[in-house]
């Protein structure tokens, strides 16, 4: 994984904790309007992917006791994982592509819902992914993956040889000499794995998503309302099918890529056709990148553009992440997918504690409150969420009074210490167990391994009533060692 050429090691260091009535005189725990809906404080908690689901993409036990025991830390808002909104493998993530899967999504709201006595708000990430491959075996990719055409053929001279052996000519050569004969993408095929991209317009099922996309995510919006949820979070972030239509590298020339304008008509689309199934009174809103990080993407004024577009179109509420993205990923294993993470644009998103003098925490603030800012100034006063390395109360209320936010989310705060809402709240924020920015919770979701926190997932398992891991060696949610009594 990359890491930055200044290496330091960062601690958490939270200023004090408030007192019970210091908390309850907050701003991050007092009540704000989202759309038609109100949230009891300003706390959230984004979408993490546990991999926990089953393999056709249902809800499990697992999943309900993950959601069950963040509730029970009673955030305002759990965003749940992202969701696909195809009928397609999509691995251990959840689905909604289909009506057969709104039984097991309804008993996961009930779940949250029972568990936080009302408190929490249940929203559902709905996401669409492109096909990506695993990173081939050389021999592999030239003897069956490889399409021989004129110009491999051209480049080695061997214009009237069968295609067996123009592909024993191609296996032999060097990755210099492979570098001039195959083209780009064949090469990227081959060192990183293939992966569709939203430019690859040659493919009819690549140049027909705009026509197809705002069905699917509309239908899914509906089956997601019918299911009971408070909200929809659209995943317009990272490396997938919405966010690369929002990027710069967006360069398709059929009306739907290029200029800012071009390249958000179909996320605008996609919005439209959620909120015609779900009606104005329902929350819809979306997360989104305020920057790309890598090269020739998009930067914060791109976001500004796009924040401004969605709040006029009526989102209720805008999610900022950054980074995260394909296009700088390091080389996979051969036999492994590429993972979006693991490149400079990956380690702002989820950066961890061994970073440079700017440190692992808020990295993501300062372009937040430049996109805040920009709404302000144009009238528009569209909640916006932060996210990306925050821990404590002090650090939260701050950017709340300084308007860098009005809304502040935790991730991987929350995964250490799922009540770390109720402690603080209650004037026990001495009691919150810490993240320590490792990313050990990260690297597991890299692997597609189910999701734990290396500072809980060890802890009493000689204790017969929780649940396991497959291999017996982790603990599947923190333990409850606060119980609040007010």
């Given amino acids: 994984m990359w890491r930055p050429l200044q290496r330091m090691k960062w601690q958490t260091t939270p200023q004090p904790w408030p007192t019970q009535a210091e908390a309850a005189a907050s701003l ?32 499990t036990p697992a999943n309900l006791e993950w959601y069950k025991r963040f509730a029970q830390g009673r955030p305002a808002v759990i965003v749940i994982e992202a969701t696909g909104i195809r009928d397609i493998p999509s691995g251990s993530l959840l689905r909604l592509g289909d009506d057969r899967f709104i039984p097991g999504l309804s008993e996961l709201v009930r779940t949250v819902h029972e ?4 408190y929490t708000r ?25 399409q021989i055409r004129q110009h491999h053929r051209d480049a080695l001279n061997m214009s009237l040889a069968k295609d067996e052996q123009v592909r024993d000519a191609l296996a032999r050569l060097s990755k210099e000499e492979l570098r001039q004969v195959l083209d780009f993408r064949e090469f990227d095929a081959l060192e990183m794995g293939y992966r569709e991209r939203v430019t690859d317009v040659h493919l009819p099922h690549i140049r027909d998503l705009p026509y197809q996309l705002p069905d699917l995510f509309g239908r899914a919006a509906a089956r997601a309302k019918l299911a009971g949820f408070d909200g929809i979070e659209l995943h317009y972030a990272h490396a997938y099918t919405m966010s690369s239509f929002l990027s710069a590298l967006n360069t398709r020339d059929d009306g739907w890529g290029g200029s800012r304008e ?32 890598v090269d020739g993407g998009n930067r914060v004024e791109d976001a500004e553009y796009f924040a401004q577009l969605f709040a006029r179109a009526g989102m209720d509420f805008l999610s900022l992440s ?8 390091q080389q996979p294993k051969v036999g492994q997918a590429a993972y979006p993470y693991t490149g400079p644009s990956g380690y702002e998103c989820m950066p961890q504690y061994i970073s440079d003098e700017q440190g692992p925490f808020g990295r993501n603030v300062l372009p937040t409150q430049s996109i805040r800012q920009s709404l302000r100034h144009a009238g528009l006063q569209t909640p916006v969420v932060v996210a990306g390395g925050i821990y ?95």
């Fill in 322 to 329: 950054r980074g995260g993205r394909f296009e700088d990923a």
């Fill in 122 to 146: 249940v929203f559902i990430q709905l996401i669409d992914f492109l096909a990506i491959r695993r990173r081939p075996d050389p021999a592999t990719y030239f003897s069956r993956h490889l």
């Fill in 262 to 293: 071009a390249r958000a008509r179909l996320p605008l689309d996609v919005y439209h056709a959620v909120r015609k199934e779900v009606g104005t009174n329902f929350v819809v809103g979306c997360r989104f990148l305020t920057t790309d990080i």
């Fill in 28 to 59: 991050l725990f007092s009540p704000i309007q989202v759309g038609p809906l109100q949230l009891s404080s300003r706390t959230w908690i984004p979408a993490m992917v546990p991999w926990r689901a089953t393999p056709d993409g249902y809800v």
């Fill in 392 to 486: 404590d109360f002090a650090g939260a209320e701050r950017l709340l009074k300084d308007d860098s936010a009005d809304i502040v989310g935790m991730a991987r705060q929350s995964l250490a210490d799922p009540d770390w809402f109720e402690k603080v709240r209650t004037g026990h924020g001495e009691q919150v167990r810490l993240c320590r920015y490792t990313n050990y919770c990260e690297a597991l979701d890299a692997k597609h391994d189910v999701v734990t926190c290396e500072l809980w997932d060890r802890e009493k398992l000689d204790d017969p009533e929780i649940s396991r891991t497959p291999d017996g060696k982790r603990r599947m949610v923190a333990p409850r060692t606060f119980v609040n009594s007010n």
């Fill in 115 to 118: 568990a936080s006595d009302g």
